[in-house]
């Protein structure tokens, strides 16, 4: 599985950006996706998770009401809307595949990808 994160840059706060994650190498549709985070000095955290159709999705509290996750099965591809983008927004986020259609209560991912920087300024 490979997956390649992208849309990441600085923005001011109360700005919005949409981070894309393209996926190949497995059958996109058959599995859920995730984000997750990385704040420098803190521990990667969730962000926000969705299932095989679409039709379930998960948020961290830190974010919900503000960003949104989507899919489209037919592009391979997940994508992360953030508006109303905060300082403590800015880390290296990363998608990830679960091993499951749907997603796992603990949201244990199976496979990782490379980061995209998000950088809020204040």
């Known amino acids: 599985v490979q997956l390649q994160a992208s849309g990441g840059g600085l923005v001011q706060a109360g700005g919005s950006l949409r981070l894309s994650c393209a996926a190949s190498?497995?059958?996109?549709?058959?599995?859920?996706m995730g984000w997750f985070r990385q704040a420098p000095g803190k521990e990667r955290e969730f962000v926000a998770a969705?299932?095989?159709?679409?039709?379930?999705?998960y948020y961290a509290d830190s974010v919900k009401g503000r960003f949104t996750i989507s899919r489209d099965n037919l592009k391979n591809t997940v994508y992360l809307q953030m508006n109303s983008l905060k300082a403590e927004d800015t880390a290296v986020y990363y998608c990830?595949?679960?091993?499951?259609?749907?997603?796992?209560?603990?949201?244990?991912?199976?496979?990782w990808g490379k980061g995209t920087q998000v950088t809020v300024s204040s």
């Open positions: 969705i299932n095989w159709s679409g039709r379930s999705t």
């Open positions: 990830a595949v679960a091993a499951q259609s749907y997603v796992p209560q603990d949201y244990g991912m199976d496979s």
């Open positions: 190498g497995h059958t996109f549709s058959n599995y859920a």
